[in-house]
């Protein structure tokens, strides 16, 4: 086996014709060095532009401020609305106040209470559903901690295996 000289070696291409094997590995790494340091300097441009907060406030000042102003009209009619209740208060206590009476007066037996009482077939209904629902629930959540948690016990070795 007899090598070729480099001039024959690289005799198809302009660039590389009169560079030997080694030359021609250099100025690739320099060439892949060069892209290498480019891409982490843009990496680096890149970082300090994420991290930079005056950056992204240019850039999302219109949202800012409508956010803003929102965040204060939001603000604004909480602190309105605490101001008329607290303002109209003893009505409302006297407007409740009238409707008990009313209910005491109308039903005397349910003093306590404005709520009708449910049939017994409803309410035998809703708690039939709540049992089966608790049930489906603690079925589900056991399986999946059995599944997810290892059991504590090593495998089990038949009796009769110790014998032999």
Do not use: C
């Amino acid at each position: 086996m007899s090598q070729a000289p480099d001039t024959e070696a690289h005799g198809e291409h302009a660039i590389t014709r009169h560079m030997g094997d080694r030359e021609q590995v250099e100025q690739t790494a320099d060439r892949i060095r060069d892209e290498l340091l480019l891409t982490l300097e843009e990496l680096d441009r890149r970082r300090d532009r994420a991290m930079d907060m005056r950056y992204h406030v240019n850039q999302h000042r219109d949202l800012l401020v409508t956010v803003g102003a929102a965040a204060l009209m939001v603000v604004g009619v909480g602190v309105g609305v605490a101001i008329y209740r607290s303002r109209h208060y003893d009505e409302r206590v006297r407007r409740r106040r009238r409707k008990a009476l009313e209910r005491a007066w109308a039903h005397p037996e349910r003093v306590a209470t404005s709520v009708e009482d449910k049939p017994l077939g409803a309410e035998l209904g809703r708690k039939l559903v709540m049992i089966f629902a608790t049930t489906l629930a603690t079925a589900v959540a056991r399986n999946s901690m059995q599944t997810l948690v290892p059991s504590r016990t090593g495998p089990k070795v038949p009796e009769n295996a110790d014998k032999k």
